[in-house]
């Protein structure tokens, strides 16, 4: 089974600057998709940026890149200028490309609670 | 406007008072399932539904009951709540199982079982 495992529970960052968040994944399958979900206190669930496994270019989104590392299986996000509405919990998040034996399920880390300070 | 709700959203009720957490899509997603969320450990899946009348166990599904009679709609039932599965519970679908396209999540259902 995989396992995703994210070892900081809490970052802080001063606005304006950059952190990166640590994600590591437990996996046998060489196709699957990684996911970055922000969880910010209203609790609802927002996509922060996807990876498919057999890209090797790392996705960016505006302030928002990964560094994927397949043979590491290292899955970090880093944020650029930070904002204050980016405090908030992320996910780190693994999918199966195998939809039909693994029913498709996302296998989340713990998450890693983000605090931006002014 | 594409969404995924959830009723109600916030419920606190006693052990073993059967309840039913409702989840309706209106994309056409033949994927949907429902997740719980607990402090440490993130989320986890319960059960899934690859499409109508097509569900199966997640990770966690001990206490639950789903159905898929209707591809918008996927309920999870809780037929005799017990204080262990005070939660947030989330719905999600995406368009197909093997999709790399993402889940959309509803708004979460807090629980409280006393």
């Known amino acids: 089974a995989q396992t995703v495992t994210q070892s900081q529970p809490e970052m802080s960052v001063q606005e304006a600057e950059t952190v990166t968040l640590s994600c590591t994944y437990d996996t046998s399958e060489s196709d699957y998709y990684l996911f970055w979900y922000k969880q910010p206190p209203s609790r609802q669930m927002i996509l922060v940026i996807r990876q498919e496994a057999y890209k090797q270019q790392n996705a960016t989104e505006n302030r928002f890149s990964v560094n994927f590392q397949k043979a590491a299986k290292s899955f970090s996000l880093k944020i650029s200028d930070s904002q204050l509405g980016d405090a908030a919990m992320y996910f780190c998040a693994y999918r199966s490309a195998l939809g039909e034996t693994s029913g498709s399920r996302l296998t989340f880390g713990e998450g890693t609670q983000l605090t931006v300070n002014p | 406007e594409a969404q995924v709700t959830q009723n109600p959203r916030y419920l606190i009720t006693v052990t073993g008072k059967k309840l039913t957490v409702t989840c309706s899509q209106n994309m056409n997603h033949e994927y949907m399932s429902w997740y719980r969320q607990d402090p440490g450990l993130g989320l986890r899946q319960i059960y899934y539904s690859m499409n109508v009348e097509v569900t199966d166990k997640g990770d966690v599904p001990e206490g639950y009951k789903v159905s898929r009679k209707e591809k918008r709609n ?38 409280s079982i006393l």
């Open chain 2, 74 to 111: 996927f309920p999870l039932i809780l037929e005799s709540p017990s204080p262990n599965q005070t939660s947030l519970y989330f719905c999600a679908s995406s368009l197909e199982a093997r999709s790399n396209q993402p889940q959309h999540f509803g708004d979460g259902t807090r629980l």
